[in-house]
């Protein structure tokens, strides 16, 4: 059965200055990959983990932050902090007995690269090859009535 | 601060096995400052339980909260406003919090989603360091203000024991022996006499050596 894995990437201003010049058509030319959706951030120090850990919640099956590189961010530390996180994420996916790899930092630069078209086809290569994420793979076996998702947010005593 | 730091997530979803509904409760004292237990980190242990039940093929919905601290009754008594509506409690304070919640809540299920790890400080970002132990006897006037009973691997009164060398311990060489730190202390703030002072055999029964503590101040009591 063909798998097309929905891979979530969130690049900073910078690493991502390609998507606005050349539009989706012009990075579908250079060869990246369809099953890649961008998200721009100012910059990848500003990512929470609980954004990642939501994007495999809405059904990722992979995931990966491009920043600067490490010792060239333009706000100095903010793709070392990024790279922090993932690691943690890393951390976290494996004690829940998922492959590590469904997450990765980029360390990329700036403008035009082609280290960003290329970081989009690995991900979509590995993804692709480790097949669907545990996360949604085991929810086809649930009724289609039970609920996963939480209820929501209720805030504590203030 | 009272230290700690998130157990493994595979622990606390063995914790949570046969809960469908949990109230994942953080802490706006001490865990919050140390990052192991605040908003930030109920949210991200909420997402984790999640996609672990999810992962697992089991149902789950979950309250996310943070009380003001879990360490008195009068926060804990408002998580009355959630009866009905949780299995089991994950709750990211310390040790002190989840016994709070066991005390005075006892028909529920509530379980440790930290370590809670000492009494410490923020040595440099993301780093902490023990400080104090808590024993119940300070002596923190006789040695520079650093503590033997915490810092001191054997906790000596009197030190440097024969594994101090360079001015480390030997459990590590990253750990500064605190018995040399006091003596340099000593001679720099020119304390001749706590440098010469022999400490008795020291009356342990302070530090929980005689059961579990009670602090009982009648001038507050009502």
């Avoid at chain 2, 622990?11 to 990052?35: F, N, P, Q, W, Y």
């Avoid at chain 2, 709070?100 to 529920?108: E, Q, T, V």
């Amino acid at each position: 059965m063909s798998f097309t894995p929905n891979i979530q990437a969130f690049c900073c201003h910078y690493t991502s200055q390609q998507t606005l010049a050349e539009g989706p058509q012009g990075l579908l030319a250079d060869g990246f990959p369809k099953s890649v959706t961008i998200h721009r951030l100012v910059c990848t120090g500003k990512l929470e983990v609980s954004t990642i850990l939501k994007a495999f919640e809405d059904g990722a099956d992979g995931v990966y932050v491009a920043g600067c590189p490490l010792d060239k961010c333009h706000n100095l530390m903010g793709s070392q902090r990024a790279a922090k996180r993932v690691a943690a994420i890393k951390k976290a996916l494996a004690e829940l007995g998922v492959e590590p790899e469904r997450i990765e930092m980029y360390h990329l630069e700036r403008g035009f690269h082609p280290g960003f078209v290329k970081a989009a086809q690995e991900m979509d290569e590995r993804i692709t090859t480790l097949g669907p994420s545990p996360f949604k793979a085991e929810l086809s076996s649930l009724p289609a009535q039970t609920k996963l998702m939480p209820s929501g947010c209720q805030g504590g005593a203030k | 601060m009272i230290i700690a730091e998130r157990k493994p997530i595979n622990e606390i979803m063995d914790m949570v096995k046969d809960a469908k509904r949990i109230l994942v409760l953080g802490c706006r004292g001490c865990v919050t400052v140390c990052s192991a237990g605040g908003e930030r980190e109920v949210e991200i242990l909420a997402s984790l339980i999640r996609l672990g039940k999810q992962k697992a093929g089991q149902e789950v919905s979950t309250i996310e909260a943070t009380l003001v601290r879990q360490c008195d009754k009068e926060y804990i008594d408002s998580m009355d406003q959630w009866d009905g509506q949780y299995d089991a409690i994950v709750s990211m304070a310390c040790g002190v919090g989840v016994n709070f919640i066991a005390n005075l809540r006892p028909m529920a299920k509530v379980y440790p989603g930290v370590n809670t790890v000492s009494f410490g400080g923020s040595a440099e970002q993301g780093v902490w360091s023990e400080q104090c132990a808590g024993c119940g006897n300070c002596v923190l006037h006789l040695t520079g203000g650093l503590c033997p009973v915490a810092r001191c691997a054997k906790s000596l009164m009197n030190g440097p024991c024969g594994g101090s060398v360079g001015g480390r311990c030997e459990i590590h060489k990253d750990v500064p022996c605190i018995w040399q730190s006091i003596h340099d202390k000593l001679v720099r703030i020119d304390n001749k006499e706590g440098l010469a002072a022999i400490a008795p055999i020291r009356d342990w029964s302070t530090a929980g050596h005689g059961g579990p503590r009670k602090t009982v101040r009648n001038d507050l009591t009502v």
